[in-house]
């Protein structure tokens, strides 16, 4: 059965998209930005070690825990705030609908 939730994201210029983001597939935030043309570079591709998937999350449910290598990146950034995520490592899931992220410079 598919089912798609609905993943909002802040551009630079403070205007908001809606994406449509199916969750029997598998796919990271990340992957759903990048495939509806959003400026993400996400240079490697979803492993947490380039952090330039990095988004700040404004407003949702239950996110997943953050991992240990994920952590460790964001700790590394300046821009990071205590809502950041690394957006490859979120998994799309029912859980996430409604999730609200700001794209935030790449480090
Ligand atoms: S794509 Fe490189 S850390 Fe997310």
Redesign the pocket.
Known sequence: MEETINIHVELPDGSRVTLEAPTDMGLSV?EVMKANELDVP????????????HVEVLQSGELPELGDDEAY?LETLPHATWSSR????LRVTPDLDGLVVRLMPEA
């Open positions: 990340m996400a240079i490697c591709g979803g492993m947490a070690i380039c952090a330039t998937c990146m690394l957006s490859c490592q």
